[in-house]
């Protein structure tokens, strides 16, 4: 009914929720009158010292010291500092249990299927830290991947970060220039990667695309293959100073090993930018900050308990894997799946939903939306009798498709749609277990996040459109951009639009029930089939073409989603035909990955740009969606907007 919430928790939900019993317990020590949503939030970011005190008390964080203060310059953004004093191991907090309970479940697919318990992952990482160590490898040294989502994948990253080493991945689809372009600029002292991945059914090698990557990393010292296929063996003798993983640890102790204790905000991995205007930026996370962040949004936010089974599909390019791994710190079960979410059918992660008890199941909007085009509905033929919480993000999620989840997959269910960054490897807005979900809607901020909604003049604004900021320090702030030593380009990406405010770029409102709704992001970056993508990657493939003189992309709405539209400026004499086409998803699929792939490339004659020489796709994007272009006095060619006026190929 209109002016009903499509969701209200049950009494009983509420009440045996961790957000509950946390709040039960913060009020009978430090507050009181803590009974609403809203209550929690207002408490978390007006006594933030005590929230997130509190949190690691709550969730039994390990650490050789916690030390006090717990907020240095909490007014500060950047450089307000959370246990600066603190030292703990991201990777021995994940590993907390050691039993014969399962810790990972993974399907690859119809391919493969695998399950490690608590005391097998133990192991494993134990094996894997002593022969990382033995490697030489040491606490601040980079060590990077280009890996599917596998249980021997995070049994690596859990090993590096033992060690205090810092980790970065990519998917296995990236190009070798998207790779490049990444780990490039980290000089990572070791690569993991796997044999081979599959992807709809077809396997994929990697042998050709690693070896000429790893001529191009010179700073490379040990190269260990993940054995997915069965080819890690063969693939390893083919490349210079590398072993399967077996190899590598087959020696080596499954006894418990010391992890070392690491200050607060010593970096744990390295995320990257979009790219946008250039070769994606290196965001550096801190290990404690990652953990606290990431415990308040899986244990009180998501309502994630010890042996819940969660599940976020993901690759190991996107920050929603980083996040599903901090999952094991909440003593949940992981499940892991890797390949087409629609092979052999759209049912896939369904039928993996029921074999494997899924309590939360994770997506993308563009997920949900494909599957509700296809006509079928889960309810009908799935059991989902442990499926709790549906949680999607990466886009925002149009209102038919929240009709969609509770009509067509489970009536009583928590759909909480969440939006934060891999700036943040976080969440800004999201669900909580204790409020109603709306139609259309995001629940509200998370805990510890101040947020709000300005309008160009930094003034707050109540359900009108403006930018979607955070007006106080949280934990999973980065500690820098890798390659940044003054601090320059982190000021600029976050701070410079509003002074000691971070600005996000998502244009969002608040509603009338205190949720959000976020319209897409308010800077070029391009977001088909929710996954972040930047200009720059396109243009770096398609400008290798010799037709091709210049290119501007921008992400056009499109039902419910964005999809890529390119536009290229061709050499004289040159026509854009179908070969030509062709030619140029070609190069962007095998150069950057197929996410990068244009759904549209249309040719023009000329291409705005403004009066410094950078091409604008914010003004090309505004007139594509018939919205005009205050600012031309800042472009060189202004007329060149009329070119993309009413296009009947983008209609």
């Not at 005190?53 to 907020?71: D, I, N, S, Y």
């Not at 246990?83 to 014969?100: Q, S, T």
């Not at 296929?229 to 693939?235: D, K, L, Y």
């Not at 037709?547 to 499109?558: K, N, R």
């Amino acid at each position: 009914m209109p002016g009903q919430p499509l969701w209200t928790p049950s009494d009983k939900r509420k009440s045996g929720s961790n957000l509950r019993r946390f709040m039960d317990e913060l009020e009978n020590a430090d507050s009181a009158g803590l009974q609403s949503y809203a209550d929690i939030l207002g408490f978390s970011t007006a006594r933030p010292e005590v929230f997130w005190l509190k949190l690691w008390e709550f969730c039994g964080v390990v650490a050789e010291t916690r030390g006090k203060p717990v907020l240095v310059d909490g007014d500060k953004m950047p450089g307000g500092r959370f246990f600066p004093d603190a030292r703990l191991n991201y990777a021995e907090n994940l590993l907390r249990r050691n039993d014969d309970g399962p810790a990972l479940i993974f399907w690859g697919e119809d391919k493969v299927k695998l399950s490690l318990t608590w005391r097998q992952l133990n192991a494993r990482v134990a094996q894997t830290h002593r022969a990382l160590a033995k490697a030489g490898l040491k606490s601040g040294d980079r060590v990077c991947a280009v890996v599917p989502n596998h249980p021997e994948t995070i049994v690596a990253f859990l090993a590096v970060a033992s060690l205090g080493a810092i980790w970065s991945s990519c998917s296995p689809d990236f190009g070798e220039r998207g790779i490049l372009d990444r780990f490039g600029q980290i000089a990572p002292k070791l690569l993991f990667t796997c044999d081979a991945y599959f992807y709809a059914g077809k396997t994929h090698s990697l042998a050709e695309k690693i070896a000429k990557v790893l001529t191009q990393l010179p700073s490379v010292e040990q190269t260990v293959v993940i054995d997915y296929t069965g080819q890690a063996a063969t693939m390893a003798a083919q490349l210079p100073t590398a072993k399967s993983l077996d190899a590598f640890r087959v020696r080596e102790s499954e006894a418990p090993i010391a992890f070392a204790q690491m200050p607060f905000d010593h970096p744990l991995y390295i995320l990257y930018s979009s790219g946008t205007t250039g070769i994606p930026k290196c965001i550096v996370h801190r290990a404690g900050g990652i953990l606290l962040k990431h415990l308040s949004e899986i244990v009180l936010n998501s309502d994630v308990k010890p042996g819940d089974r969660l599940f976020y599909f993901t690759t190991c390019g996107w920050m929603m894997w980083n996040w599903l791994v901090s999952g094991l710190a909440a003593g949940a079960t992981l499940l892991l799946y890797d390949g087409s979410p629609f092979h052999p059918n759209e049912r896939a992660l369904f039928d993996f939903a029921d074999a494997a008890d899924m309590t939360v199941f994770g997506t993308s909007a563009k997920y949900i939306d494909s599957v509700r085009k296809t006509g079928w509905r889960a309810r009908d033929t799935h059991k989902l009798t442990s499926l709790r919480t549906m949680m999607s993000t990466g886009s925002p999620l149009s209102a038919e498709n929240f009709d969609f989840v509770y009509e067509a997959v489970k009536p009583d269910i928590h759909l909480a749609s969440i939006s934060g960054g891999t700036d943040i490897c976080g969440c800004f807005v999201g669900g909580n277990p204790l409020d109603s979900v709306w139609r259309g809607e995001i629940q509200g901020p998370m805990l510890g996040m101040a947020m709000d909604v300005l309008d160009d003049n930094g003034r707050p604004l109540k359900q009108e459109k403006g930018e979607l900021v955070c007006t106080k320090p949280f934990p999973s702030m980065p500690v820098m951009f890798w390659n940044d030593a003054n601090g320059e380009k982190y000021h600029s990406a976050y701070f410079s639009r509003f002074p000691n405010i971070w600005c996000h770029g998502d244009f969002a409102e608040w509603t009338e029930h205190g949720g959000i709704i976020i319209h897409g992001r308010s800077d070029a970056t391009l977001n088909p089939g929710g996954v972040r993508i930047g200009t720059a990657e396109i243009y770096a493939q398609v400008e290798r073409i010799p037709e091709v003189i210049e290119a501007l992309a921008i992400g056009q709405d499109w039902d419910n989603d964005v999809r890529v539209v390119l536009f290229v400026r061709l050499a004289p004499g040159v026509t854009l035909d179908d070969k030509l086409i062709a030619q140029i998803k070609k190069q962007v699929r095998d150069g950057a990955s197929p996410r990068h792939v244009p759904a549209v490339i249309l040719a023009v004659k000329d291409i705005p740009r403004t009066k410094s020489g950078k091409i604008t796709e914010l003004a090309v994007r505004e007139i594509v969606h018939g919205r005009e272009v205050k600012n031309q006095e800042a472009l060189a060619n202004p007329e060149a907007l009329d070119l993309f006026r009413n296009l009947a190929a983008l209609t």
